[in-house]
């Protein structure tokens, strides 16, 4: 299967300003990829390319003052199959786990674990271990938080999203990533896309997606505590210890977003 994916943004800046964007597909999927995804600017810029700490590909520019756009637009191979389960992938206990993987046991700016550890504790002590304990946390979270966009906050913590019981994507993965990691699972936070190829319409209009990814059986595993169902084109873009590590744009100065635009479809 091909799947065209990409997106379009624009701002309004009163001043030349530095930014920075996390929109290129992850590298564990970039050999599926047709051709480049490079970012592309209007008025054009000079736009760089670095890796940061979780090896996410990264664009850095200084757009001018004005009416700015930057946007991506690619076709990337996909095996069209919907997301693979493991039921069998063992939970690995702490003394056994690779050293990259422990700082994704760790509270971060929108996981507090400290805060939750008593409830997950309470609630999933008694599942089994591995596959299973993940995906009941999964269930209770796609339970417990109603999805809206009119419930976005981008300050919104885990914590905060488990009292509120509302929230969007971020809110749902931030939720399952701090009970999982009270768990000691360690998870990390994921951005990217998801196609609606398989379900029927009619289709919301397309947006980035957050989800989690869990260290089990030896190898990292996805899953959706907020549509909590496989999906077929599921492409990761970034992951890191929650979303103040993947912001999709970090704008440095004053700045208005007028346009917004996300396509993930069959090519």
């Known amino acids: ?92 206990a702490v003394e056994d786990l690779p050293s990259d993987t422990l700082v994704f046991l760790l509270g971060s700016r929108y996981c507090e674990t400290d805060r939750l550890s008593e409830e997950a504790w309470r609630l999933f002590g008694d599942t089994a271990p591995g596959w299973a304990r993940v995906q009941a946390i999964c269930d209770r979270v796609h339970r417990h938080i109603a999805f809206g966009y009119q419930h976005s ?58 989800w989690i990814e869990v260290y089990l059986g030896g190898d990292w595993r996805a899953f959706d505590p907020r549509n909590n169902a496989p999906r077929i084109g599921r492409i990761k873009i970034a992951h890191g210890r929650d979303a103040a590590d993947v912001p999709l744009t970090h704008t440095f100065g004053p700045n208005t977003l007028v346009g917004f635009r996300v396509w993930a479809e069959e090519a």
């Open 1 to 92: 299967m091909r799947i065209r994916l990409g997106c379009e943004m624009t701002y309004d800046l009163p001043q030349p300003t530095p930014m920075i964007a996390l929109l290129n597909v992850h590298r564990s999927r970039a050999a599926a990829l047709e051709g480049p995804d490079d970012l592309t600017t209007s008025p054009r810029v000079a736009v760089g390319y670095y890796r940061d700490g979780f090896d996410n590909r990264c664009a850095r520019w200084v757009a001018p003052a004005g009416r700015f756009s930057l946007a991506v637009d690619c076709v990337i191979r996909d095996a069209g199959t919907p997301d693979p389960a493991f039921p069998d992938a063992r939970q690995h």
């Open 153 to 210: 906050r981008p300050t919104r913590t885990a914590a905060e999203a488990w009292a509120e019981r509302v929230g969007v994507c971020r809110d749902y993965a931030h939720l399952a990533t701090a009970f999982c990691r009270a768990m000691n699972i360690p998870t990390r936070y994921c951005t990217g896309y998801i196609t609606d190829i398989g379900l029927p319409p009619p289709y919301a209009p397309m947006d980035f997606a957050a």
